[in-house]
């Protein structure tokens, strides 16, 4: 791990990384999940020891999703993600870091890039 | 009306022309924000118009300059109700100090030079489309009008503008770094700036579309951002390649045109023609990168280019060498077009049967529709007395080609072939 790379200083900036999955015949089985646990450990570990750490937390399944619209003051609500798509969203991490490459650096280290995709997102900062 | 009326408007242009590139780098670094800097700085710039025939010339102008933009850019965020944080960063910016009475102005400026190669790997950074990356270049950099890009690029105005809005609001929102990347980064992004320079000198260089003047234009400025580079980063050996490797190019520029519009092949070239000037400068360079001996992709291409320039006369070309070099090329960036070239280099050091050879073991899917291939094909067929096969070659090359003196070039090929 390059963790000298992630190092901060200066302006901070949040991102979310937002964890896009490929589509799987089947859910995990248990221990294959806890064969992925210690990459993820190791991940959060490095974003920690950065002091990049703001917020995280894995999704459930796509099929728990719903979704709901107002149109015309009617709430409707469905069943599902808001749009089909092959890649689902399966988790997010929030860091806080100093520039879109410290991001980038974070997001190639995730374990959810490489078999999946890792979309980086700034968090629009309202100022106080 | 005062007596510094007259000149100083010239004085504001000059200190414009020798200080606005690097001073709108130093105030993008600051804010995190092209637009913004953009902005201040011809704010600063209408301020001096008004108060240097009035207050009298400063004895500093670029720092005179740098000051009043960096507080307008303040006034701004106060009124936009920014974040203290970034409000001090900008406070805090460095304004470069009166220099010591034995040190000239021009140090002054160069200590912010750093600022603006920042600039660059900001304007050629990975998350931005390769397209919004070569506007911004040439907008930020190289000084060119939104209307003159979008004149090269054979886009409407309208739209060129809206790519350079948006282009400059993702580096502000997701806050790209003005920063020279960390060692461990260094090459594959230095990789995407020379890439840049690249494509512009090629968009430049291509006969085929477009005005005339508008694309020497975007030669002038890749080779002069080439510079630029070279002298913001000379230990890079592969700059000074691609440098050497557009020289080259440029200095061929004018011999490869026929009135007709048409491109003449380098061995047809009149290389009395050919630019000695940056000729002299390319070999230079090229002698200087491979000094590092860190060969790239850039230098081998500029020392193929090399091995044309030194030779006296299209017969005294070495092509074993540069089949050679194109064999190193194609081991470090594989492709059919590479491997095309080394073909038919091979063809010409060592005869049309081992030139038909290289090119049979070709990937002939990858190259179906690619008319130089079919071209290579049948001038080694022909050398070969095949004329029926080389016919059939050049209907396939002719039917490929989209450049009318191209096409018209082939078919005057193909009947030589019944003679």
């Known amino acids: 791990m390059r963790s000298d790379i992630l190092l901060s200083k200066g302006q901070i900036v949040k991102y979310m990384l937002l964890i896009y999955s ?18 993820w450990e190791a991940f959060g570990a490095e974003i920690r020891k950065n002091n990049a750490w703001v917020d995280a937390a894995p999704l ?30 399966g988790g997010y991490y929030i860091v806080d870091v100093p520039s879109l490459d410290h991001a980038i650096e974070a997001a190639g280290m995730c374990p959810g890039a490489k078999d999946g995709s890792v979309e980086i997102r700034p ?6 | 009306m005062s007596i510094w009326a007259p000149d100083t408007a010239e004085q504001v242009a000059r200190c414009f022309r020798e200080d606005a590139g690097r001073t709108v780098a130093t105030l993008s670094r600051a804010l995190g924000d092209i637009e913004l800097a953009e902005d201040a700085l011809q704010e600063a710039y209408l301020a001096a118009l008004e108060r240097w025939p ?9 720092a005179w300059i740098l000051a009043t933009a960096r507080n307008r850019a303040i006034d701004r965020l106060r009124r936009e109700r920014v974040g203290r944080e970034k409000l001090q960063r900008l406070a805090a910016l460095e304004i470069p100090a009166p220099p010591a009475d034995d040190a000239s102005e021009e140090d002054a400026v160069n200590a912010v030079s750093d600022d603006r190669l920042g600039l660059i ?3 050629c950074h990975p998350a931005l489309r390769v397209e919004a990356r070569i506007a911004l270049t040439l907008r930020t950099l190289a000084g060119l009008t939104v209307e003159e890009i979008a004149d090269a690029f054979l886009v409407p105005h309208a739209t060129m503008a809206q790519r350079l809005v948006r282009v400059k609001r993702k580096i502000r929102e997701s806050a790209i770094p003005f920063d020279v990347p960390p060692a461990a980064r260094l090459p594959e992004r230095l990789d995407d700036v020379c890439a840049v320079l690249y494509l512009i000198f090629n968009e430049g260089y291509a006969a085929s579309s477009g005005d005339r003047l508008v694309r020497r234009e975007l030669c002038d400025e890749a080779i002069r951002l080439g510079r630029v580079l070279a002298s913001l980063m000379p230990q890079e050996p592969e700059v000074m390649g691609l440098l050497a490797l557009m020289l080259y190019a440029d200095s061929r520029r004018e011999a490869r045109v026929a009135p007709d519009g048409s491109l003449i092949t380098l061995p047809d070239q009149d290389r009395s023609a050919w630019n000695g000037a940056k000729i002299a400068e390319a070999n230079d360079l090229l002698g200087r990168a491979m000094r590092h001996r860190m060969p790239g992709p850039y230098q081998i291409q500029a020392a193929i280019a090399f091995a044309h320039a030194k030779a006296a006369s299209a017969q005294d070309v070495d092509w ?22 080394r073909a038919v280099a091979t063809g010409f ?37 095949r004329p029926a096969d080389a016919a059939e070659s050049y209907r396939s090359a002719i039917a490929f080609t989209q450049n009318a003196a191209e096409r018209s070039h082939l078919r005057t090929k193909l009947r030589a072939l019944d003679e």
């Not at chain 1, 968090?123 to 106080?128: I, K, P, S, T």
């Not at chain 2, 690619?370 to 049948?378: C, L």
């Open chain 2, 121 to 123: 790997f900001a304007c």
């Open chain 1, 60 to 89: 459930a399944g796509v099929d728990s999703a719903t979704t709901v619209r107002v149109r015309d003051g009617n709430r409707v609500v469905t069943d599902g993600p808001f749009a089909e798509t092959k890649e689902w969203l």
């Open chain 2, 320 to 341: 074993a060498g540069i089949a050679e070099l194109y064999g190193h090329l194609e081991r470090m960036t594989p492709s059919p077009i590479v491997s095309l070239n």
């Open chain 2, 349 to 385: 050091a060592r005869g049309p049967a081992a030139g038909l050879a290289a090119l049979d073991a070709l990937p002939h899917d990858a190259l179906a529709d690619y008319h130089p291939y079919h071209v290579a094909r049948a001038d080694a067929l022909s050398r070969l007395g």
């Open chain 1, 123 to 128: 968090l629009v900062d309202l100022g106080a």
């Open chain 2, 54 to 62: 009035r207050d009298g010339f400063p004895a500093q102008p670029s």
């Open chain 1, 22 to 39: 490929p589509p799987v015949e089947r859910e995990p089985t248990p221990e294959e999940w806890a064969a992925s646990m210690p990459a």
